[in-house]
C-alpha cells in the first residue's frame, strides 16, 4: 500500500504521496507528488530534480496539456520505491510540483477523503 494526506493550500485541497526516487550512482531524492488523474502518464519531477538524480533521457514526446497547448515534455528513466517494490518508471521532465499520473495508477484501486489532512491510499488490485 502507498500512503498519503491531502493538503489543503488554501482553498485548494490536493492528494499527496511520499515516495523514494531513485538516479544513477544510488543517488535517491524523496518527492512529495501530486496525485493528478488528468495526467496520463507516470511522473513528472522538475529539472532541478532530474539533474540531481541523474536520471538518463530516453526519448521527447509531443503531448497536447489540459488547456490545449502543444508540449513536448523530455522523458527520462527512473526508479522509484512502489508498494514496498523498486519499479521502473518514465519521468516527464515539468516545473512545479511532482505529478503521479494514471500510467502509475492502473490496476490498483485509489481511495482520497478529500478533507484537509484526509487519508490517502493506492492499493494494487488483487
Request: aromatic share 6%.
Amino acid at each position: 500500500m502507498v500512503t498519503g494526506r491531502v493538503d489543503a493550500r488554501g482553498e485548494i485541497l490536493q492528494p499527496f504521496v511520499e515516495l523514494a526516487v531513485y538516479g544513477s550512482s544510488d543517488r535517491m531524492a524523496r518527492v512529495q507528488a501530486i496525485i493528478d488523474t488528468g495526467f496520463t502518464e507516470y511522473l513528472t519531477l522538475p529539472p532541478h530534480a532530474i539533474d540531481a538524480l541523474g536520471l538518463t533521457k530516453i526519448m521527447e514526446e509531443p503531448m497536447t496539456l489540459a488547456n490545449g497547448v502543444p508540449f513536448t515534455f523530455e522523458v527520462y528513466s527512473g526508479e522509484i520505491d512502489w508498494d514496498n517494490q523498486k519499479r521502473r518508471v518514465d519521468v516527464h521532465q515539468k516545473e512545479g510540483d511532482p505529478l503521479i499520473g494514471m500510467a502509475m495508477l492502473r490496476d490498483h484501486d485509489l481511495r482520497i477523503r478529500v478533507v484537509p489532512n484526509g487519508p490517502v491510499g493506492i492499493d494494487p488490485i488483487d
